[in-house]
DNA sequence: GCAATTCTGGACCTTGACATCCACTTTGAC
DNA sequence: GTCAAAGTGGATGTCAAGGTCCAGAATTGC
């Protein structure tokens, strides 16, 4: 019962990406984030093309958040990879409940329901632990270096 | 995202169930569950096993409830088939999560036990469409030869 | 231009949930 | 006792989610 794993993933690298606005690698996110490496590859594909993420190749590339932490929502993290599916008509096709769903859909729609709002009004920038952010330890010299370049 | 499709079926088997309390027979809920004979058989054993339902073979044998149905929680039948993993502790298995959920998995946990007050809080009783209960066309009539019998 | 770095996208493999089937046991009716 | 009805449990099949791998394209530094 619940979130599948790839959503898990997602959301672990969307507050990972969250808590540093520089950007990472995905080696570095995944080390941080603990999902196997050439699976994050296409979660963060996916969050790439819903819109959540921006990738950048080449030398000192990685991923970003592509808008602030604070106007992304649970939600739309979860939504890039698996679109909820919330329940609208009777899973059996019965046609006395064509336009309204039986007690036991009801149900669980509304506990859907009830999920999806919360997790709509929770940002990522909420979710970004203060005193440690989810960065792996080399984060710091790598900002370093990026910051000596310029 | 959300429950399995086997949460889905006992669900609606038991649902079937708390609308007919004399009993059905596994093809009579396959018929009216709209689910799968063969898998039903297993679900309806998994159901059994952890006592919500009782099965008696032979003739004039099938399944009923092993409890009122205003007895029975929804969550009692999810967790018969899927037990309900709460997230105790980090998945990332970090340390500093020892005892104390990132602010990630504490959000969902938090929507996980909503969920499960919610479907704690409702009985199968609740469930049954007063006017159309679940069950096939000829259940009225095995009923009456059944008390034709007695 | 060349080499190193990093994302992109497609092919492929693995595993567990979903589902089927069948031989066996129990039960009731005759 | 025999037969048909009905659940039990194990073996097996199927398919999508999860996961790996690699060739290719884009980018940067030299």
Redesign the pocket.
Known sequence: MFL????E?ALRAAVCLAGQPE???????AETTK????????V??GL??AGIV??????????KLARPAARISVLDVIAA??PVQRIERCPLGLAAHADKLCPLHKKLDDALAEVERAFASTTLAELVEPDQPLQPLDALVRKRRGAE?A
Chains 1, 2 share one sequence.
């Open positions: 599948s794993q790839t959503v993933y950007g990472q690698t995905t080696p570095e996110i999902v196997p490496p050439s699976y994050l590859s296409k963060l594909q790439g093309r921006e990738g950048k190749r080449g030398v000192g590339g990685g991923f990879v698996e370049r």
